[in-house]
């Protein structure tokens, strides 16, 4: 039987990486652990690989040992493809809509959340475009201010395709640039809130001091 065998995140499927993401909870011991991952990365049932001389798996487990280590030599693309889609890849946070907000606050409030909705969470920066780089006819839809926004049909032709559509080449230095912004972000919202709430103290403060202060003259 001819396995195809992946040896490099390029060939690994979003759909792939998710289930990978898994194994590490599994309560299986070590061998059983790297059967499912072979399983995982090839579409062989697992019970292939115990037939065989175990001289033959750990050469394949030793093939696919790149999974134990996340790359860092992807550059970021600008534009993508996916089942023909073309796509403008945003990488600037403040372009999001409150809508968008919303959906990247309830996909990463764990990592466990954030491996299990990368499939949702990469969609909501990408932009449908035509051949000439402009938006694609049938995807947005225009508010109420006049401002074009994706439409929720469009984002989720792309939740659905992305799986097996886009490889981990291409997702991981995306997310690892999106997740940062979007940590950065929280954190800014969160010191700004806290600044905002000790400047609204300060007046309280200082109305109670006031009232305070008129009273003892009464």
Known sequence: ??????????????????????????????????????????????????????????????????????????????????????????YIPQELISGEYIDLMELTKTQDKINEGLHKIIPIYLKPVNIFGRKKRGCYEKTQEGQWIQTAKSRKWTEERILDGLTMDKIFPMSGFFLTLWGDLIKATQDYSQKEMEKQMKKVKAIAQDLTNNGAGL
């Not at 059967?35 to 062989?44: A, K, M, P, Q, S």
């Not at 065989?52 to 030793?62: A, D, P």
Request: hydrophobic fraction near 40%.
């Open 1 to 90: 039987m001819k396995i195809t065998v992946p040896t490099d995140w390029s060939d690994v499927t979003l759909r792939q990486y998710q289930a990978l993401a898994e194994v590490p909870d599994l309560e299986f011991d070590d061998l059983d652990k790297q059967l499912r991952i072979l399983e995982i990365l090839t579409g062989v049932s697992d019970d292939y690989f115990l037939k065989i001389h175990l001289n033959s798996v750990k050469e394949l487990i030793n093939k696919v040992n790149f999974v134990n280590s996340s790359p860092s030599n992807y550059r970021k693309p600008s534009t993508i493809k996916i089942a023909g889609r073309r796509f403008e890849v945003n």
